[in-house]
Protein backbone atom coordinates (compact mmCIF):
# COMPACT_ATOMS: atom_id res chain seq x y z
CA UNK A 1 0.00 0.00 0.00
CA UNK A 2 1.38 3.63 -0.60
CA UNK A 3 0.20 6.72 0.80
CA UNK A 4 -0.14 9.13 -1.81
CA UNK A 5 -0.21 13.47 -0.89
CA UNK A 6 -0.94 15.63 -3.28
CA UNK A 7 -1.30 19.74 -3.04
CA UNK A 8 -2.54 21.70 -5.83
CA UNK A 9 -4.52 24.83 -6.99
CA UNK A 10 -8.16 24.90 -5.74
CA UNK A 11 -9.82 25.03 -9.31
CA UNK A 12 -9.04 21.38 -10.16
CA UNK A 13 -10.08 19.84 -6.88
CA UNK A 14 -13.71 18.97 -7.90
CA UNK A 15 -12.54 17.34 -11.63
CA UNK A 16 -9.60 15.58 -9.46
CA UNK A 17 -12.12 14.50 -6.73
CA UNK A 18 -15.21 13.69 -9.90
CA UNK A 19 -12.46 11.25 -11.58
CA UNK A 20 -11.35 9.92 -8.38
CA UNK A 21 -14.79 8.28 -7.91
CA UNK A 22 -14.25 6.01 -11.01
CA UNK A 23 -11.20 4.10 -9.20
CA UNK A 24 -11.89 0.34 -8.90
CA UNK A 25 -10.91 0.50 -5.11
CA UNK A 26 -12.87 1.92 -2.89
CA UNK A 27 -10.91 4.71 -1.61
CA UNK A 28 -11.05 7.42 1.63
CA UNK A 29 -9.67 10.84 1.12
CA UNK A 30 -8.98 13.14 4.07
CA UNK A 31 -8.87 16.66 2.02
CA UNK A 32 -8.08 19.76 3.77
CA UNK A 33 -7.05 23.46 2.93
CA UNK A 34 -3.69 24.80 3.44
CA UNK A 35 -2.64 28.37 2.64
CA UNK A 36 0.58 27.72 0.69
CA UNK A 37 3.38 24.78 0.58
CA UNK A 38 6.90 25.64 1.00
CA UNK A 39 9.62 26.83 3.32
CA UNK A 40 8.64 30.25 4.95
CA UNK A 41 9.51 32.78 7.07
CA UNK A 42 6.96 33.41 9.69
CA UNK A 43 6.52 37.47 8.13
CA UNK A 44 5.99 35.76 4.52
CA UNK A 45 3.92 33.08 5.94
CA UNK A 46 1.53 36.01 7.68
CA UNK A 47 1.68 38.22 4.48
CA UNK A 48 0.44 34.92 2.43
CA UNK A 49 -2.46 34.33 5.21
CA UNK A 50 -2.92 38.11 4.68
CA UNK A 51 -3.36 37.18 0.77
CA UNK A 52 -5.91 34.43 1.35
CA UNK A 53 -3.60 32.24 -1.00
CA UNK A 54 -5.25 29.13 -0.63
CA UNK A 55 -4.38 25.31 -1.66
CA UNK A 56 -5.57 21.95 -1.03
CA UNK A 57 -4.05 18.99 0.05
CA UNK A 58 -5.42 15.70 -0.75
CA UNK A 59 -4.29 12.18 1.64
CA UNK A 60 -4.93 8.84 0.10
CA UNK A 61 -3.85 5.60 1.11
CA UNK A 62 -4.74 2.94 -1.80
CA UNK A 63 -3.48 -0.43 -2.28
CA UNK A 64 -0.97 -1.68 -5.23
CA UNK A 65 -3.00 -2.23 -7.58
CA UNK A 66 -5.27 1.18 -7.35
CA UNK A 67 -1.73 3.13 -7.16
CA UNK A 68 -0.83 4.04 -10.97
CA UNK A 69 -5.02 4.49 -11.72
CA UNK A 70 -4.76 7.37 -8.81
CA UNK A 71 -1.19 8.82 -9.38
CA UNK A 72 -2.49 9.21 -13.24
CA UNK A 73 -5.64 10.72 -12.25
CA UNK A 74 -4.22 13.52 -10.36
CA UNK A 75 -1.33 14.18 -12.81
CA UNK A 76 -3.95 14.63 -15.11
CA UNK A 77 -6.85 16.54 -13.75
CA UNK A 78 -4.15 18.83 -11.35
CA UNK A 79 -2.09 20.22 -13.88
CA UNK A 80 -2.53 23.61 -15.40
CA UNK A 81 -0.94 25.92 -17.97
CA UNK A 82 1.13 27.73 -15.16
CA UNK A 83 1.19 25.12 -12.01
CA UNK A 84 1.52 21.52 -11.31
CA UNK A 85 0.44 19.84 -7.75
CA UNK A 86 3.48 18.77 -5.69
CA UNK A 87 2.84 15.01 -4.94
CA UNK A 88 4.38 12.57 -1.78
CA UNK A 89 4.29 8.98 -2.50
CA UNK A 90 4.85 6.92 1.04
CA UNK A 91 5.34 2.66 1.42
CA UNK A 92 2.50 2.05 3.95
CA UNK A 93 3.35 -1.43 5.58
CA UNK A 94 -0.16 -1.33 7.54
CA UNK A 95 -2.80 0.79 6.87
CA UNK A 96 -6.65 0.47 9.09
CA UNK A 97 -9.59 2.82 8.65
CA UNK A 98 -11.45 3.65 12.09
CA UNK A 99 -14.98 5.89 11.52
CA UNK A 100 -15.23 7.90 14.09
CA UNK A 101 -17.26 10.72 12.78
CA UNK A 102 -20.69 8.46 14.60
CA UNK A 103 -19.08 8.99 17.76
CA UNK A 104 -19.01 12.59 17.64
CA UNK A 105 -22.11 13.22 16.39
CA UNK A 106 -20.55 14.27 12.87
CA UNK A 107 -21.72 12.77 9.39
CA UNK A 108 -19.42 11.78 6.86
CA UNK A 109 -19.48 14.24 3.76
CA UNK A 110 -18.84 12.44 0.00
CA UNK A 111 -17.73 14.76 -2.62
CA UNK A 112 -19.59 15.83 -5.33
Not at 9 to 23: A, M
Amino acid sequence: MKEVTAIGQPFVLLTILKHLKRVTEPLNVHLCEILDFGALTPQRAAQKAGEGVKKWRLEVVVPDTAYDSVLETIFEYARSENAAPTIFVAEVENASHHDTTSQFGLRRVDPP
